[in-house]
């Protein structure tokens, strides 16, 4: 067997750490947090406007409240004049009756005004308790998402560690400067992590390209621990073992 054979084995283990790395980044729950996240952002701002608007509502209609009370007191305090028999020229006592239902008209009308906006900080809150809602909705699902996401990245963790020890099991087969040769190459996006071929019927099983004959005859003819690099591409050949002989 080629002394460089292990380095296939190293790929393989490599290239799977690789597709395992992409599978953990590329998890759809990490998508669906993205998502639910961005659905939150207008809810929240939606909730922060109606609780501000739930705020000058309450204080409009507690000042409405008060107006209506202060209203209805001195609409009682000249009715209680008017009644009282201490007035009794017929023109005053018709002033304080037509101040009274002043007082009374106006009380109504800003009633008329407070019931429609106890109506409106109903509705108000009715929205601020669907808004709630959702959020508590969005919070528990997320949580269910997270949960799912950390299993599923500790079942890679897993199996990471897996491959990571079956690589460290299998690097002392492998030269310093081959592996060097091999770290350095897997660094070139364009090879993808492939950086080892096999020499197979005269060509590079990386490129499928044919090696110059008269390379090829050189390589088979180098001591088996040589570095050899395809001519093409730039991978690291593996010699094939030859037939063997009956
Ligand atoms: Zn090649």
Redesign the pocket.
Known sequence: MSHLAPLLDLQELDLARDRLAANRLGLPERDALLRLEAEAIPIDASHAALQARRTALGLAEKALSSEVDGLAARAKETEQTLYSGSVRSPKELSGLQAEMQAFRARQGELETRELALLEEIESVDAEIAANREAQERMRVESRQIEALLRSAEERIDGELGSLLAARSNGLPAISAEVLAAYEKLRKRERLAGRVV?RILEGG?T????RLPIHEHNLMQARPEDALLV?P????I?VRSDPAPTA
Do not use: E
């Open positions: 071929a590079c990386g490129c499928r390209m395809c093409h591409c730039g991978r050949l």
